[in-house]
T-cell receptor, first 114, second 111 residues
Framework: DGGITQSPKYLFRKEGQNVTLSCEQN?????MYWYRQDPGQGLRLIYY???????QKGDIAEGYSVSREKKESFPLTVTSAQKNPTAFYLC?????????????FGPGTRLTVL | GQQLNQSPQSMFIQEGEDVSMNCTSS?????WLWYKQDPGEGPVLLIA?????ELTSNGRLTAQFGITRKDSFLNISASIPSDVGIYFC???????????FGAGTQVVVTP
């Protein structure tokens, strides 16, 4: 059945280590997004990709990197340069067809840096 | 980035009561979206609005796209315990893709 999957659900890493979060969609959507959510706050955009092999920085891209080599996959790497990486990370996708574009979210990955 | 102004921040209501929340922006939006998020899960789309003045229902939920295109509201009628969660508004400023999000309304339903 169609949807967006993120793995793993929970991730623990030591400070100073890079970590990659997975996001896969089988909705045939062109656009994909990564958001960060901190407790009691809304969603902040990290990176987004409108098409394969292309991506743009969002509002809080520092300390993160992405790739978009396949339409269905948009992995996010949290690097050691990210000063406060512990957060809930959400991946989303959308058809990417104009102003009626609607985003659908995955179940999220909770990253804890020890 | 710019955040939408969403209110109230939280609501404590009794089962069976109606709930109303709204979002406002200083900018004109082309699309308004309402999501619900349960603890530890991703947001789930409830209602999408694409035209100014549009009024759309989804079961006990009703949402409207404001005439000025700068606001939207969400109503939940006859609340039940499973309505507990955080409700977010979001909108497109015009260029598709990038969404602006409200800070969320926490809804708590007591029996």
């Amino acid at each position: 059945d169609g949807g967006i999957t993120q793995s793993p659900k929970y991730l623990f890493r030591k400070e100073g280590q890079n970590v990659t979060l997975s996001c896969e969609q089988n909705l045939n959507h062109d656009a994909m997004y990564w958001y960060r959510q901190d407790p009691g706050q809304g969603l902040r955009l990290i990176y987004y990709s409108q098409i394969v092999n292309d991506f743009q920085k969002g509002d809080i891209a520092e300390g993160y990197s992405v790739s978009r080599e396949k339409k269905e996959s948009f992995p996010l790497t949290v690097t050691s340069a990210q000063k406060n990486p512990t957060a809930f990370y959400l991946c989303a996708s959308s058809p990417g067809q104009g102003s009626s574009d609607t985003q659908y979210f995955g179940p999220g990955t909770r990253l804890t840096v020890l | 980035g710019q955040q939408l102004n969403q209110s109230p921040q939280s609501m404590f209501i009794q089962e069976g009561e109606d709930v109303s929340m709204n979002c406002t922006s200083s900018s004109i939006f082309n699309t308004w979206l309402w999501y619900k998020q349960d603890p530890g899960e991703g947001p789930v789309l409830l209602i999408a609005l694409y035209k100014a003045g549009e009024l759309t229902s989804n079961g006990r939920l009703t949402a409207q796209f404001g005439i000025t295109r700068k606001d939207s509201f969400l109503n939940i009628s006859a609340s039940i315990p499973s309505d507990v969660g955080i409700y977010f508004c979001a909108g497109h400023l015009g260029s598709w893709g990038k969404l602006q999000f409200g800070a969320g309304t926490q809804v708590v339903v007591t029996p």
